[in-house]
């Protein structure tokens, strides 16, 4: 799978647009962007992904640039609860394993 | 939907002793589910994968004999930490996808073990 990288930290203030980039410069054709985040001693909680189009939940927005070579994860209106360390991981499409590296540590303060 | 639970969420016992830990997929069916373990201040490492019905494929450097994984349902894993040491402690999370390639994974809210 392809190797991304993530700032280690990032701080937010509540309300505000969370804007966290992941660069994943030598994807594939068939890899998928996930994301998923970890607030602390619980699971991971999936969160969006995408392979080329820009992707929408409820939880979150999924922007891909036009060479897929990154990507930008956007919380809309940060809050207290969406501290958490965020994880961009790529995966092939015809394999199930996710390789967690160390992500992004975002921090959203009052 | 996609729920993920797991049991227990915390346990201490006993050096030399096992501990069953149970994931179960509560509102789909699993086909494919994994185990993972995190350390303090560490990312989730992945120990195992299991397909309902068949043995577990296990990652490099875990060891199959101490760390017994029984996928006998479309529901439910099982991880039974055996002759457990203190270095056995860890953060257990498992995770369940309904398909066995491409689909999304969910996790479980983790099994914190603490061996003594």
């Known amino acids: 799978d392809a190797k991304t990288t993530q700032p280690p930290s990032m701080d937010c203030a509540e309300g505000r647009a969370a804007n966290l980039p992941c660069n994943h410069s030598?994807?594939?054709?068939?890899?998928?962007v996930y994301w998923y985040r970890q607030i602390h001693s619980q699971g991971p909680q999936y969160i969006i992904h995408?392979?080329?189009n820009n992707e929408t939940n409820e939880m979150a927005s999924l922007i891909i640039t036009e060479d897929r070579k990154s990507s930008t994860l956007i919380l809309p209106h940060a809050t207290l609860r969406d501290t958490a360390v965020y994880y961009c991981i790529v995966r092939q499409g015809g394999y199930s394993t996710l390789t967690f590296g160390k992500g992004t540590m975002l921090l959203v303060s009052p | 939907g996609a729920v993920v639970s797991q049991h227990p969420s915390r346990v201490i016992c006993k050096s030399g002793t096992s501990v069953k830990i149970e994931c179960r997929s509560l509102d789909f069916q699993a086909t494919t589910m994994f185990w993972y373990r995190q350390f303090p201040k560490q990312s989730l490492m992945l120990m195992a994968t299991s397909n309902e019905g068949s043995k577990a494929t296990y990652e490099q450097g875990v060891e199959k004999d101490k760390f017994l994984i029984n996928h006998a349902s479309l529901t439910l894993s099982t991880l039974t930490v055996t002759s457990a040491h203190p270095e056995d402690s860890s953060f257990y999370i498992c995770?369940?996808?309904?398909?066995?390639?491409?689909?999304?994974?969910?996790f479980g809210p983790g099994t914190r073990l603490l061996v003594l």
């Open positions: 995770s369940a996808q309904e398909g066995t390639v491409g689909e999304t994974q969910y």
């Open positions: 995408g392979l080329k």
């Open positions: 030598t994807i594939s054709g068939n890899e998928y």
